[in-house]
C-alpha cells in the first residue's frame, strides 16, 4: 500500500513563494528517486525536478532550475518542493512521484500521488 501524499498548494499570488511536501509511506524512501510533475489543464504532464536517491544528485527542468528546489529528508520520508518567484505559468496540479529507475517521464514512474493545486494569481 503505497502512498504519496501531497500537500501546500493553495492560491499564491505572482511573485509569491510556496512549499510543498509529498509523505511516502508503503516503500523504502531512502533507496526511491523522488520526483515532481505538474500539469495545467490542456497541457501535458510535465517533470520539474527529481531527487535520485543513489547518486544524492538533483536534476531540474532547466527554465524551472534557481526558482523551483527539490530536497527530502529520508528520517520523515518527505520530499518538498520550494517553488519561488511564481508566476501564473507554475499555474498547475503539482504531483509527488517516485520510481527506482533512471528516466524522468511520467511513464517511468512507478508511484504517484494524488496532487496538490497551485494557482497563482496576477
Known amino acids: 500500500q503505497v502512498q504519496l501524499v501531497e500537500s501546500g498548494g493553495r492560491l499564491v499570488q505572482a511573485g509569491g513563494s510556496l512549499r510543498l511536501s509529498c509523505v511516502a509511506s508503503g516503500l523504502t524512501f531512502s533507496t526511491n528517486n523522488m520526483a515532481w510533475f505538474r500539469q495545467a489543464p490542456g497541457k501535458e504532464r510535465e517533470f520539474v525536478t527529481g531527487?535520485?536517491?543513489?547518486?544524492?544528485?538533483?536534476c531540474y527542468q532547466v527554465p524551472l532550475k534557481g526558482r523551483f528546489t527539490i530536497s527530502r529528508d529520508n528520517a520523515i520520508n518527505t520530499v518538498y518542493l520550494q517553488m519561488n518567484s511564481l508566476t501564473p505559468e507554475d499555474t498547475a496540479t503539482y504531483y509527488c512521484a517516485a520510481n527506482r529507475g533512471v528516466l524522468w517521464t511520467s511513464n517511468a514512474m512507478d508511484y504517484w500521488g494524488k496532487g496538490t493545486l497551485v494557482t497563482v494569481g496576477l
Open positions: 531527487s535520485q536517491w543513489k547518486s544524492n544528485n538533483s
